[in-house]
């Protein structure tokens, strides 16, 4: 029986299909059980792994936990210690390719995920374990873009030639899926990304082409961005750590390392094929 968090997310979602196409057990904890969505088959349970008690009656013939840390949030270290006096074996867990980088250009932890918090509670947990330390992922260009996009055909953001190398969400899941069924990759800090290093200008070029659309992107200054940022909710602090992640990878292009490749057997997703199937989130509505 595996245990997943962040059920109905991005990676948690797609390797719960993946699981149960493998015949595992899966068992989804979920603050919403009724609105979860999730395939026949699967046992969904109220909980909070934030709250590390409000799982525990779940744990009953859980052997492997697959960890979401924005799920989790600051209670890595207890949800580890309560896993290990139950029958855990093994816990996955995602985290981010620049986890140890300076935490001010790393601005989901203004967004609730600890990475480092929760990779470091699982590497020193005693137990088997893996992490999948991710790429950007590429539905993040939904969140930045894609109001813009359906408003117009000009992205206004800053640093224009800003690299990423976006990794398709199914991907991360297929390599945790492997990581939880399989002994390859234990005791390992995978670095995930996807198969190509693009600008923010060649990621709107992608998805323009997806939608049938010629998009450009227009560099605004960086002042300009960050009042727009917080303008709509964000955080200072995210703000100004996205900002210096992104100025960043200019002097220091993203990395590409080619291990969803060596572990899957097949090429990395492009983000010219993550933009086509998620085409719709784009697009304009019919009028």
């Known amino acids: 029986m595996i245990l997943v968090t962040g059920a109905t997310g991005n990676v948690g979602r797609p390797l719960i299909d993946l699981l149960v196409n493998e015949g595992a057990g899966v068992r989804a904890v979920s ?31 859980v052997t492997s936990v697959f960890l979401n840390p924005r799920a989790v949030g600051t209670a890595a270290g207890e949800l580890v210690d309560l896993l290990k006096r139950h029958e855990v074996t093994r816990v996955v867990t995602v985290s981010a390719i ?32 893996v992490s999948l330390r991710s790429s950007l992922y590429a539905s993040n260009g939904i969140g930045q873009w894609a ?13 224009a030639a800003a690299t990423a190398a976006p990794i398709d969400e199914r991907d991360i899941a297929a390599v945790g899926a492997r990581a939880l069924l399989g002994d390859g990759l234990l005791g390992r800090r995978v670095e995930l990304t996807g ?11 992608t998805i323009g082409d997806a939608i049938g659309r010629s998009l450009r992107y227009q560099e605004i200054p960086p002042d300009g961005a960050r ?32 291990e969803v490749a060596t572990i ?6 492009a983000y010219a094929r993550w933009a086509a199937d998620h085409a719709e989130a784009f697009q304009r509505s019919a009028a």
């Open 31 to 61: 603050r919403d059980p009724g609105a979860a969505g999730l395939p026949a088959g699967v046992e969904v349970v109220a909980g909070d792994p934030s709250r590390p008690d409000t799982i525990t009656a779940h744990l009953s013939g």
């Open 98 to 129: 620049n986890c140890d980088d300076d935490p001010a250009r790393q601005p989901s932890r203004y967004r609730g995920e600890l990475n480092k918090e929760v990779e470091d509670a699982v590497v020193g947990s005693g137990l088997e374990w």
């Open 147 to 159: 109001a813009q996009i359906r408003a117009g055909d000009v992205v206004f953001g800053p640093y």
């Open 195 to 205: 198969p190509d290093r693009l600008t923010q200008r060649e990621m709107v070029t």
């Open 227 to 258: 009042n727009a940022i917080v303008g709509i909710g964000f955080p200072e602090g995210f703000a100004d750590a996205l900002l210096a992640m992104q100025a960043g990878s200019i002097e220091r292009p993203a990395p590409v390392t080619g």
């Open 264 to 269: 899957l057997g097949r090429p990395a997703l």
